[in-house]
């Protein structure tokens, strides 16, 4: 809503006025024209009334004076979706004031949207030009409600089914851009206000982030491996770092508007360019891994238990298997990726489409998992294991459990003995442990009566190649020489530990960040932001911490270790616990990833082109562009190239640990951000969450930061020297940001700190070192007239110490402002040249005497002080009274003599060696005449440092008294 006000009356009145003195009249319309409910007829009304009445009270006699009146000409308001515009007021014969009569218009208010009191959506999308608000939008969907706060609060179920209908876990401005492609009408799109709530637009999204590959994949394995008590170690520490993640980035989006970019936004933002930029691409790089294992997980679903028969590759050497397998799964994601990312150029409303399939997929899911563990309780599901003495066997080459069957009335070898011996005759040649031990069959799902849960409670360990044994049946050991190749034991593909299933694990618990990705898509962002992601959390801590429970208590011990179910036929362990068929978990999983991976797909080349737009990466600059609507096209490309580098590896539990890395990097930032902006206070730091603590921020940090090195101590050097690099390739050559950010604030507190320490006193003898004030002369230009004395202050220093870099103009500072920083502008382009690091500080002086003066009494600050002046011989010397004669030369000598400090006066200053000049040889001339406490001593060993001077000798000449 914009009002403009014109005023009538004195010249000398004030705009400062206009808020207190108001006529009767003007607080009339200006109540009337806030109210979100007038139309226009009481708009008209009441600017017709307040010009009559002001009209009157005229007549009437002098009630205000001509410096009180103000008449409203313009009121543009948004009203019932109604435009009401250039309404202008009449005067008391009812005829339109003329431009005459109109006064000049000094001032305009522009009122802001009301985030926050009256509930009423009024925010648009950030990524298409935002037009107004569609007509009616503020009751679509509402039922008949006294007040608007009963609406929100009772939708009706009509409007929650449409809001699912249109549900969409892709982040914010994907949907607005397909639309601007679609439309191709030059005009502007008209965007409806964002009305998503906590459920729909926190809570789901990060709901489906969440549950994914991991959950039906590997979570029976890794509570096989670990036991249930260190199952419950790892959720446990995976879902602490997360919530404590979730507090922390619930601050730091409710302190402002968090856009696309999501957590790249919010670290940049509070830590800066380059935290931002390091800890975003290691975000993007996780993103983008995280495809690679949704996309292997896919592969893996449908080659081992939808269609195992359409593997290319393929081995008649069971050693070789797994080598076949890997790569089938690099050729059958290579094609994969390539038609993902082809869908997703042509239009991720495609994908949107199918996002609330894809939900349905993960709840029906869980939900048949639960009904399987209630249903095992009474009726177990039959899925026989066959053990051999303790070991289990995979069904291959025989369909029955037993050494002999009963076939009529004889008794023959079954298929199982032609496995382990040479042929079919009692008497063949067998293996030695077949003929050593019996053969048992048990349910591989007893079911939730029975008592497995106490096998389950600890580790069962393993190491890569061994065989599979279940723990309390007998087993008689063969001979060392026995050969297992080709028999149907069931192996071991990995090395099990807790650290390594840590890093395995660790991927399930990402996806927090869903709802921030969004808030530009939320009708109250702060508020649904932290309800949201942590109710996700806690459902999602709640389930998985159920699952290794229930699955302990209900699938025999060498069945959950079994990786790929060989034991079972080849079915998913979690799929035939599930009720009412193992379908129902392998197709979910299996849309399930696969929409997971599209999602990926999705969001990565948004953040690649978040980070490329900001520019604080100058060679990622090019992955800013895209499609016409907006589309990162060439980040889409560059995302499939790296997800291509996860498919090669081909192997999921390889790929886990490295997502893991920059996921929890990413992480452990978003928890330093927050710590940091809370302990130093900053005046723009008032998030609206205010259940956090630094604290907690700071364990949450640690948290990450340990879980790093626990899951692979190597992955996290690797991950943090990339993070490195990247923030100091940043800081040598990205562009100069300023956000506001916390590390500026901590080094401000950190350099006040110091500087409080410092002692004020005068320095130890073995701390001593020239702290430099470099007085400059400056043409009428405004430029430096013997640079070379920058040059010799940088081979003098090397960039140690305090150096501040002066000059005078003379004048007066409200005339010679802009002469200032002009003349700033040339000394730091000067030091960035000459690699001079230090301060620059400009004064205007009614005379050069005075300037140089209060340059040398007053540069510094505490206990950072030059103790050295260094200034170039003046060049009129003989002119008593020129500008730079020798009085002001004497007295400039005479103030550091009462400053009590050292004066460096160089003749002849052009004739010195520039930075980059490298003398062969020659000597250093020390005429040591006045003892002067060592100075002339130092000052040749500091040039002798630098590499101008280095191999330069050193000759002094001094005057000996000889007593």
Same mark, same amino acid.
């Given at each position: 809503e914009v009002l403009h006000v014109f005023f009538i009356g004195e010249p000398g009145f004030e705009v400062g006025d206009c808020t207190e003195r108001r006529s009767a009249g003007s607080r009339s319309l200006a109540s009337r024209a806030e109210n979100p409910l007038m139309n226009r007829n009481a708009v008209e009304h009441s600017l017709s009334n307040t010009g009559r009445r002001a009209t009157d009270k005229e007549e009437q006699g002098p009630v205000m004076s001509q410096s009180q009146r103000f008449l409203v000409t313009t009121v543009r308001s948004q009203i019932d979706g109604h435009v009401i515009d250039e309404m202008q007021n009449k005067d008391s014969n009812g005829t339109n004031a003329t431009q005459e009569e109109s006064s000049v218009p000094i001032l305009e208010y522009l009122r802001?949207?009301?985030?926050?009191?009256?509930?009423?959506?009024?925010?648009?999308?950030?990524?298409?030009?935002?037009?107004?608000?569609?007509?009616?939008?503020?009751?679509?969907?509402?039922n008949l409600a006294l007040f608007e706060e009963e609406m929100d609060r009772n939708p009706m179920v009509s409007s929650l089914l449409n809001r699912l209908a249109n549900y969409t876990n892709l982040t914010q401005g994907v949907r607005e851009h397909e639309e601007a492609e679609n439309n191709d009408e030059p005009k502007k799109k008209e965007i409806k206000a964002p009305r998503m709530g906590t459920f729909i637009g926190v809570y789901l999204p990060c709901l489906q982030n969440i549950l994914g590959v991991i959950l039906f994949l590997r979570l029976t394995w890794i509570v096989g491996a670990a036991g249930i008590f260190g199952s419950f170690w790892i959720v446990f520490m995976c879902c602490a770092c997360t919530s404590l993640?979730? @507090? +922390?980035? *619930?601050?730091?989006?409710?302190? #402002?508007?968090?856009?696309?970019?999501?957590? /790249?936004?919010? @670290? +940049?933002? *509070?830590?800066?360019?380059?935290? #931002?930029?390091?800890?975003?691409?290691?975000? /993007?790089?996780?993103?983008?891994?995280?495809?690679?294992?949704?996309?292997?997980?896919?592969?893996?679903?449908?080659?081992t238990y939808i269609v195992p028969s359409a593997a290319i590759f393929k081995s008649e050497d069971p050693n070789n298997e797994?080598?076949?397998?890997?790569?089938?799964?690099r050729l059958y994601g290579t094609c994969t990726i390539a038609l993902m990312a082809t869908v997703v150029f042509v239009g991720v409303k495609y994908v949107n489409k199918l996002a609330l399939v894809f939900l349905a997929c993960v709840i029906l899911s869980i939900f048949s998992i639960y009904a399987g563990v209630i249903k095992s309780g009474f009726s177990p599901p039959d899925f026989p294991l066959c053990l051999l003495g303790n070991r289990t066997l995979a069904w291959k080459g025989f369909d029955k459990c037993a050494k002999i069957i009963i076939q009529g009335n004889q008794t023959v070898t079954s298929q199982l003995w032609k496995v382990f011996c040479q042929d079919s005759s009692f008497n063949a040649t067998c293996n030695e442990y077949f003929e050593l031990n019996n053969v048992t069959q048990i349910q591989g799902i007893p079911g939730i009566a029975s008592n497995v849960i106490f096998d389950n409670i600890w580790s069962h360990y393993g190491t890569q190649g061994e065989m599979l044994e279940k723990h309390g049946l007998p087993s008689i050991p063969a001979s060392e020489t026995e050969t297992n190749a080709g028999l149907p034991y069931v192996f071991s593909d990995i090395a099990t530990y807790f650290t390594m299933l840590v890093g395995i694990y660790f991927p399930s618990v990402t996806g927090i960040m869903a709802g921030s990705n969004r808030s530009g898509d939320l009708k109250d962002a702060q508020k649904s932001i932290p309800t949201g992601t942590l109710l996700a959390i806690i459902t999602t801590s709640f389930i998985y911490l159920s699952c290794i429970i229930l699955f302990g208590a209900c699938i025999e011990g060498v069945l959950l270790r079994d990786k790929f179910g060989e034991s079972v036929n080849g079915n998913l362990v979690i799929g035939i616990l599930a009720w009412p068929s193992p379908w129902v978990i392998v197709i979910g999983s299996f849309f399930?990833?696969?929409?997971?991976?599209?999602?990926?797909?999705?969001?990565?080349?948004?953040?690649?082109?978040?980070?490329?737009?900001?520019?604080?990466?100058?060679?990622?600059?090019?992955f800013g562009h895209g499609k016409a609507n907006g589309e990162p096209t060439w980040a889409l490309l560059l995302t499939a190239g790296i997800?291509?580098?996860?498919?090669?590896?081909?192997?999921?539990?390889?790929?886990?640990?490295?997502?893991?890395?920059?996921?929890?990097?990413?992480?452990?930032?978003v928890n330093l951000a927050c710590a940091l902006q809370t302990l130093l206070r900053t005046p723009n730091w008032r998030p609206r969450f205010k259940y956090y603590h630094w604290t907690l921020s700071f364990l949450g940090m640690s948290l990450c930061l340990a879980l790093m090195f626990i899951c692979s101590w190597y992955y996290a050097l690797v991950a943090m020297l990339i993070a490195g690099c990247i923030y100091k390739y940043i800081e040598y050559r990205g562009a100069e940001k300023e956000w506001g950010d916390g590390i500026r604030g901590l080094s401000l507190n950190a350099a006040r700190y110091a500087l409080l320490r410092l002692e004020d006193g005068p320095t130890h003898t073995k701390n001593w070192r020239p702290q430099l004030l470099i007085l400059l002369n400056l043409d009428p230009e405004q430029n430096v007239k013997h640079p070379r004395l920058l040059s010799l202050t940088t081979q003098l220093k090397a960039g140690?110490?305090?150096?501040?870099?002066?000059?005078?103009?003379?004048?007066?500072?409200?005339e010679r402002h802009s002469d200032v920083q002009n003349a700033e502008q040339n000394i730091k382009a000067l030091m960035g040249t000459e690699k001079t690091k230090g301060f620059c500080h400009v004064v205007v002086s009614s005379n050069r005497r005075d300037g140089v003066s209060h340059l040398i009494q007053s540069s510094g600050l505490g206990g950072m002080k030059h103790n050295t002046v260094l200034v170039a011989w003046p060049e009129l010397w003989r002119q008593s009274d020129g500008p730079a004669g020798w009085k002001g030369f004497v007295d400039m000598v005479r103030e550091t003599t009462a400053a009590h400090q050292?004066?460096?006066?160089?003749?002849?200053?052009?004739?010195?060696?520039?930075?980059?000049?490298?003398?062969?040889?020659?000597?250093?001339d020390v005429w040591w005449i006045v003892h002067d406490g060592g100075l002339l001593m130092l000052l040749p060993f500091l040039l002798s440092q630098h590499k101008v001077w280095r191999k330069c000798k050193m000759r002094i000449f001094t005057v000996a008294q000889i007593d």
């Open positions: 802001e949207p009301n985030r926050y009191g009256d509930g009423v959506p009024k925010e648009s999308s950030p990524f298409i030009n935002s037009t107004d608000i569609d007509k009616g939008i503020l009751y679509e969907g509402k993640t979730a @507090i +922390s980035m *619930s601050a730091i989006a409710t302190n #402002g508007v968090v856009p696309a970019g999501g957590s /790249y936004y919010m @670290i +940049s933002r *509070s830590l800066g360019p380059e935290f #931002g930029g390091a800890v975003g691409l290691c975000f /993007y790089l996780g993103t983008t891994f995280a495809g690679a294992m949704y996309i292997l997980g896919t592969i893996e679903i449908l080659l797994s080598l076949a397998m890997l790569n089938n799964m399930s990833t696969c929409g997971a991976g599209l999602q990926s797909l999705t969001g990565a080349p948004r953040l690649m082109q978040a980070i490329a737009r900001d520019g604080i990466v100058p060679f990622l600059r090019v997800c291509e580098i996860g498919i090669l590896i081909a192997s999921l539990d390889s790929v886990a640990p490295i997502l893991s890395m920059f996921f929890l990097m990413c992480y452990m930032f140690k110490g305090l150096t501040i870099v002066g000059s005078v103009l003379e004048g007066i500072f409200l050292a004066l460096l006066v160089t003749k002849n200053i052009d004739n010195f060696p520039t930075n980059q000049e490298r003398f062969a040889g020659g000597t250093i």
